[in-house]
């Protein structure tokens, strides 16, 4: 969908953050309902030869910062062949990778991409499986087996949770993240990200409009409040946005 340079907020140092348009999820609350489908105006059609000159002329800035690439989207994987061919590329270049990803993937299909990665976020959105599917369409019973699995490899890990009042901040949740992320991944880390409604403009631009929603954004004091309890359980709180 596009390619934004100089990004600070996705990953260490400064970053070309490359999204790649398609997802398997359709979250009530996106704010990229644009990644939804490879055709729409948003999307345009890039070879892997033009992403590779688009990044060399950023190169001096990731190594002076230790930045790189992060693959966002949409859902990178979606894209599972044009991905692992930039991963290859840039692994073989040298450049710091990271992905963000919602974990929605066949394990199989994607480890070796995943084994050449440097960082990884994922979202862990709600813990209840029901009620991830009516958030989400799907169940989150392959999203948590991968991440257990990411928890094993051999790359850095933060798992990034989207807060929205009334759907996901309740105590029973909070602790049942916590308690999984502590359980599975070693050293782990956690990033909230409280709502936002920024991208709600879109749904109309993109005759998605009965697909739009309006959420709550947490308060300043019941965030600190979730990053306290998460806190509890040894786990640390960092901040990339």
Same mark, same amino acid.
């Given at each position: ?28 609350w996106c704010?990229?309902?644009?990644s939804w ?12 030869d033009?992403i ?5 002329k ?7 910062s230790?930045g790189g690439?992060t693959?966002?989207?949409g859902?990178?994987t979606?894209?599972?062949d044009?991905l ?8 073989n270049m ?5 992905i963000?990803t919602?974990g929605?993937?066949?394990w199989?299909?994607v ?5 050449k990665?440097d ?5 862990? $959105?709600?813990m209840d499986?029901k009620?991830?599917?009516?958030l989400?369409?799907? =169940?989150?019973?392959?999203i !948590? &087996? *991968? /991440? @257990?699995?990411?928890? $094993?490899l051999?790359?850095?890990l933060?798992?990034?949770i989207?807060?929205?009042? =009334?759907?996901?901040?309740? !105590? &029973? *949740? /909070? @602790?049942?993240t ?9 050293n ?5 990200l409280?709502?936002h409604?920024l991208?709600?403009? @879109? ?6 409009s009965?697909f ?5 954004t947490?308060?300043k ?8 309890i ?10 990339f946005?």
């Amino acid at each position: 969908m596009n390619i934004q340079n100089f990004s600070v907020n996705d990953g260490e140092g400064i970053r070309s953050t490359v999204f790649l348009a398609g997802c398997p999820l359709r979250c009530k609350w996106c704010s990229n309902p644009e990644s939804w489908s490879l055709n729409n105006d948003y999307v345009r059609e890039m070879t892997l030869d033009d992403i590779v000159k688009e990044i060399r002329k950023n190169m001096i800035f990731y190594r002076y910062s230790q930045g790189g690439i992060t693959y966002s989207g949409g859902e990178p994987t979606f894209q599972r062949d044009f991905l692992r061919a930039m991963v290859d590329t840039f692994y073989n270049m040298g450049v710091h990778q990271t992905i963000e990803t919602c974990g929605y993937f066949i394990w199989d299909h994607v480890e070796d991409i995943l084994n050449k990665l440097d960082f990884v976020f994922v979202d862990i $959105k709600v813990m209840d499986g029901k009620k991830h599917k009516e958030l989400t369409g799907v =169940d989150n019973e392959i999203i !948590l &087996d *991968n /991440i @257990k699995r990411l928890g $094993k490899l051999n790359v850095d890990l933060v798992i990034r949770i989207p807060l929205i009042k =009334d759907i996901n901040d309740s !105590l &029973d *949740n /909070i @602790k049942k993240t916590a308690f999984f992320v502590n359980e599975h991944i070693p050293n782990g880390k956690i990033e909230i990200l409280p709502y936002h409604s920024l991208g709600a403009y @879109k749904y109309d631009k993109l005759g998605l409009s009965r697909f739009k929603n309006t959420f709550e954004t947490p308060a300043k004091e019941e965030v600190f409040n979730v990053k306290e309890i998460i806190k509890s359980y040894g786990i640390e709180i960092v901040d990339f946005k």
